[in-house]
């Protein structure tokens, strides 16, 4: 869905470059001007009523203006979509009454609203400043009526009925903002470019939605299509909006682009803010340019910014993912120092950190602090001490910690199974390793390719050539290979029990599925002759 999103995008930005007079965003207002020739909003007319249609209209009107609301139930069931249009004309200019007339028409008579009395209250609720009724009720137009000609249609509505309610142009804003809420990337996009047509722009705020909805199902590259085309068309940037642009640039590995865009900030007139600095030391830390980011961090300090827990937790984040945990430990305190108090990520990372490089003492020190600070624990704070105890094949004291879960409410997951599974295979228990990974899938969690490689190898370094293989065979199942050398350690295990017509099958079966490591020859791994084999334990074949 989203790659053919992206490919819609493109081609509608390729379309609109071709077929309009585009122009980069450094040309002038005036050119700008020049290429763009809005179509005039059409005017559509309602029939004014007459007869029955008439009386109805201004009785309906009187109760409405009087609160007399249990004589106009009394009428309700001879509302029509027409006469509903009327009465919401004639009271347009008191939004509240018309808002509450809307919401009693859809109680009492439902079957009486159509898109164009949805339009007109949306006209006047956003005429008057009311935009998250407005996305309201549009949110219950998109929830209930899921038609694929429903967004070609609301707009329509909307736009035929425009200049007879006397509407603002943030009727549009606020669908385009609805469709960025509700993560209708296809109906937003097509939005855009229909009110553009009409001479409409989305506001900065509805546009920021619209990247910051994007950027959260990381698709930067699509955020960064819509930002350039934004700016073609003279809509200002806020440091909000510049502030996802240099992550989405950060995100995409392109961090001298997002540096650019924090530079020229004060050039159009724009301060950075600590959420600036944050998302560029955070571009920095991913790259592992800890200097850098370090750089940033006293810039912030020179500039009488105050740091906070963000700022503190992507340094920290940074020093431990290049195992400088003295460095890491540092900033940690500094942040105590400044009265920044550190929150569940702040030690979820540090104990993630310390389990890393093996010390899982000083990874234990920090989980006490944290209860004692009453710092909540999750499951990524249970997953990281529970992996520092497995690389040191401390299994016993793991699996007292997998029990205490229970008492937070806490449930084993995927990376709970993989660390305990490492565990086994630093003690070389294979079959307890195996044990575990049958629970894992039991559990819902498929293996990843590290936790098979473990499997594998443990069995190999056993002798258990036949285990390994077993779990080969569950590997492939999962359309995965292990690595070259430890397909090498087991074809060549094989062959010296005396199976090697096991193994011949197994790997001819993975070449035939293009499963064989690319230059992986069987022929190197074991001179496999009658005199050298062990034939105890049979052929497998």
């Not at 005036?30 to 009386?55: A, Y």
């Not at 590995?253 to 803010?273: R, Y």
């Not at 790259?287 to 750089?295: F, P």
Request: with cysteine; aromatic share 10%; net charge positive.
């Amino acid at each position: 869905m989203h790659n053919f999103l992206f490919r819609r995008f493109s081609t509608m930005l390729n379309t609109l470059e071709k077929n309009s007079a585009f122009v980069n965003p450094s040309s002038s207002g005036n050119s700008m001007k020049r290429n763009w020739n809005p179509i005039p909003v059409p005017h559509r007319t309602l029939p004014d009523p007459k007869g029955q249609d008439f009386d109805f209209v201004n009785i309906a009107y009187s109760h409405l203006i009087h609160s007399d609301w249990e004589k106009l139930g009394s009428l309700s069931t001879h509302l029509t979509p027409f006469r509903v249009k009327h009465i919401l004309l004639k009271i347009q200019k008191d939004h509240v009454l018309s808002l509450e007339f809307f919401t009693w028409v859809q109680t009492h008579k439902p079957c009486s609203h159509t898109l164009e009395t949805h339009s007109i209250v949306l006209h006047i609720l956003t005429k008057n400043g009311k935009f998250k009724s407005a996305e309201s009720i549009l949110r219950g137009i998109l929830v209930s009526d899921g038609s694929v000609d429903l967004p070609c249609k609301l707009f329509e509505a909307i736009l035929y009925s425009y200049r007879m309610c006397d509407s603002s142009p943030r009727v549009f804003d606020s669908l385009f903002k609805a469709y960025a809420h509700m993560k209708k990337f296809r109906n937003a996009t097509d939005t855009f470019f229909q009110m553009r047509n009409y001479g409409f722009l989305p506001s900065i705020e509805s546009c920021n939605k619209y990247l910051s909805s994007l950027l959260h199902l990381n698709r930067a590259d699509i955020a960064l299509g819509f930002y350039r085309e934004m700016r073609r068309w003279r809509i200002s940037p806020n440091v909000y909006t510049l502030n996802m642009v240099m992550g989405a640039f950060c995100k995409l590995g392109k961090l001298e682009k997002a540096v650019e865009v924090f530079k020229e900030m004060e050039s159009i007139g724009i301060s950075p803010v600590v959420g600036s600095y944050n998302t560029l030391i955070a571009g920095h830390c991913h790259e592992g340019l800890l200097s850098s980011a370090m750089k940033l961090k006293n810039s912030m300090e020179k500039n009488d910014m105050q740091l906070d827990v963000i700022t503190y937790n992507t340094l920290i984040f940074g020093f431990c993912k290049k195992g400088k945990l003295h460095e890491a430990n540092r900033i940690f305190s500094e942040m105590k120092t400044m009265n920044v108090a550190p929150n569940t990520v702040t030690y979820n990372t540090l104990i993630n950190g310390y389990s890393q490089v093996g010390n899982s003492e000083m990874a234990g020190r920090l989980y006490e602090e944290m209860l004692r600070n009453g710092i909540k624990v999750d499951i990524l704070t249970y997953n990281a001490l529970i992996l520092g105890l497995c690389k040191e094949g401390k299994t016993k004291k793991a699996a007292y910690l997998v029990k205490a879960l229970d008492k937070d409410s806490l449930v084993p997951n995927g990376s709970t199974y993989s660390a305990l599974i490492r565990g086994q295979c630093v003690r070389k228990n294979s079959e307890r390793a195996f044990q575990l990974y049958k629970s894992m899938i039991r559990s819902g969690y498929p293996p990843n390719k590290h936790t098979f490689n473990m499997l594998i190898s443990t069995f190999c370094e056993n002798e258990d050539f036949d285990g390994a293989a077993q779990v080969l065979q569950e590997m492939l199942k999962r359309c995965m290979a292990p690595d070259s050398t430890i397909l090498s350690h087991l074809y060549g295990g094989l062959c010296q029990c005396g199976k090697d017509e096991f193994a011949m099958k197994l790997f001819n079966e993975m070449e035939i599925r293009g499963f064989l490591p690319k230059g992986f020859d069987k022929t190197r791994t074991t001179n496999c002759t009658p005199e050298n084999c062990d034939k105890e334990g049979g052929d497998n074949s």
